[in-house]
């Protein structure tokens, strides 16, 4: 049975969920956030070490000033009224992209960081303006500038998810079947599992079913 450490998700779906139920993209990414602590809690419950979601992507940019806001205002919430709880419930939180947000949210995101920077429980990397090419991009810079070769335990260690070990496996709901420019290094020999729900009808279950799954894969690593 293979072990899992890390855990990542493309939270999708959440638009149409809310256009389908009540005629708003927007309460679509409220009702998100009801299964990004279920799955929070189920995470901790099989005992994996770090569960990292894609929130926010550097082409996410490209949507209605309404709806970015509407996110921004939603993660200022949500951090705002949970960040204690994580804090006693022992969960570090990191962030993976580039923090090139309003001063306020900044704070925010430094702060949070800070404050749960030992905790060893599980390690959520929330991936906002995030970008996987332009994460390898920034990895090639910084070990140029800093003379150091350029291979491949080098790229890794100048990316954000430096010390972080590389996804066991990925998980896509909202039934699209693309990376959406999501950890295209890190994700090189990760077990793919598309998922048909949107994202606020993804439960517990359905996450458990597709853990239950990813044990019993034979991983080759390019052997046999
Ligand atoms: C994913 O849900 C959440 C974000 C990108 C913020 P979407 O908002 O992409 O939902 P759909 O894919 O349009 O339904
Ligand atoms: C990917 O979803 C980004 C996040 C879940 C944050 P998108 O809905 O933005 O992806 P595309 O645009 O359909 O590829
Ligand atoms: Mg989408």
Redesign the pocket.
């Known amino acids: 049975m293979n072990s899992i450490k890390h855990v990542a998700i493309?939270?999708?779906g959440n638009?149409r969920w809310g256009l389908k139920h009540r005629k708003s993209r927007n309460l679509g990414h409220k009702e998100g956030l009801k299964t990004v602590e279920r799955i929070i809690k189920a995470t901790i419950k099989n005992k994996i070490k770090h569960l990292t979601l894609?929130?926010?992507?550097t082409?996410?940019w490209r949507r209605p000033k309404k709806e970015i806001d509407f996110l921004f205002n939603l993660l200022e919430d949500f951090l705002l009224n949970k960040i204690n709880e994580f804090n006693q419930q022992n969960i570090k939180l990191k962030i993976i992209g580039k923090k090139r947000f309003s001063k306020k949210i900044n704070n925010l995101l430094n702060n949070s960081e800070k404050k749960t920077y030992n905790n060893k429980k599980l390690q959520i990397n929330l991936?906002l303006n995030y970008g996987s090419k332009s994460e390898l991009v920034h990895s090639f810079l910084a070990i140029i500038k800093n003379k150091k070769y350029i291979n491949e335990r080098n790229i890794s260690k100048y990316l954000f998810t430096k010390n972080i070990p590389d996804p066991d496996l990925l998980i896509r709901t909202?039934n699209?079947q693309?990376l959406?420019n999501?950890l295209l290094w890190q994700l090189a020999y990760s077990e793919i599992f598309f998922e048909k729900k949107l994202w606020p009808d993804f439960s517990e279950k359905d996450y458990n079913i597709i853990l239950k799954k990813f044990k019993k894969i034979k991983r080759n690593y390019g052997n046999i």
């Open positions: 493309i939270m999708d638009g894609y929130a926010f992507s082409e996410n991936a909202g699209t693309r959406s999501f």
